[in-house]
């Protein structure tokens, strides 16, 4: 069965400090994953996703295929890193999974 | 701000009542999601359609039904067998294709049952 999950609900740090948000994940096959973000008062958006290997606002995450995880990384984190931060799956049939979110806050 | 649209933004119904959620994109989608969002449980799978007059159920469409009669809408009925139907409502769209596969989200639409 597919599953995504996320172990931390909630996540403070303060300003500055490193911040890494764990995901790991169950999929037979070769998924695609997704970090996507949803800021207070805003649309769920989607954060940056594997294949691009890219850096968005400061944030990383790599495919680690021996531990199934793509842990979602920053370090140095800003006030407006404050969100909500879903980790997703997407296998064959374009169908997404979900983990179940974690709500990062930064300290000032 | 336009890509997906819901609506209502708020929405209250009666027990016993069914109840439809619109959902629009003009982003030329095929596949069309609903999500339902509860705080500590993330996103869950209702229903979804990769293409019109076609949909699949997903992990809770217990009390629940879509139609996909045109690519651009895929509309939301909330029937009163579903026993716990207050909660966030999201839709989502996305186009196919391997590297096409980010999904966008409307705002959403809070169902109160009273």
């Known amino acids: 069965a597919q599953r995504v999950t996320q172990p931390e609900k909630l996540l403070s740090v303060f300003k500055g400090a490193p911040v890494e948000l764990k995901c790991n994940y169950s999929y037979s096959g070769s998924p695609e994953l997704f970090w996507y973000v949803q800021y207070s008062r805003q649309r769920l958006q989607l954060l940056l996703r594997h294949i691009s290997r890219e850096s968005i606002k400061g944030f990383t995450a790599d495919l680690n295929k021996g531990e199934t995880s793509f842990h979602l990384k920053k370090p140095f984190a800003q006030e407006e890193d404050s969100a909500m931060y879903y980790c997703a799956l997407s296998g064959a049939g374009n169908q997404f999974y979900f983990g179940t979110g974690t709500s990062l806050t930064v300290i000032p | ?114």
Not at chain 2, 98 to 104: C, I, R, V
Request: glycine share 10%; aromatic share 14%.
């Open chain 2, 1 to 114: 701000d336009g890509g997906i649209t819901q609506s209502p933004k708020y929405l209250f119904r009666k027990e016993g009542q069914n109840v439809t959620l619109s959902c629009e994109q003009n982003l030329n989608h095929d596949a069309m999601y609903w999500y339902r969002q509860d705080p500590g449980q993330g996103l869950r799978l209702i229903y979804y359609s990769q293409i019109v007059n076609d949909f699949q159920k997903g992990d809770i469409a217990e009390g629940y039904s879509v139609s996909r009669e045109k690519k651009e809408s895929f509309p939301l009925t909330v029937t009163s067998a579903q026993k716990n139907p207050t909660a966030f409502y999201l839709c989502a769209s996305t186009a196919q294709g391997k590297g096409y596969n980010e999904q966008f989200f409307g705002p959403g639409t809070r169902l109160t049952v009273l």
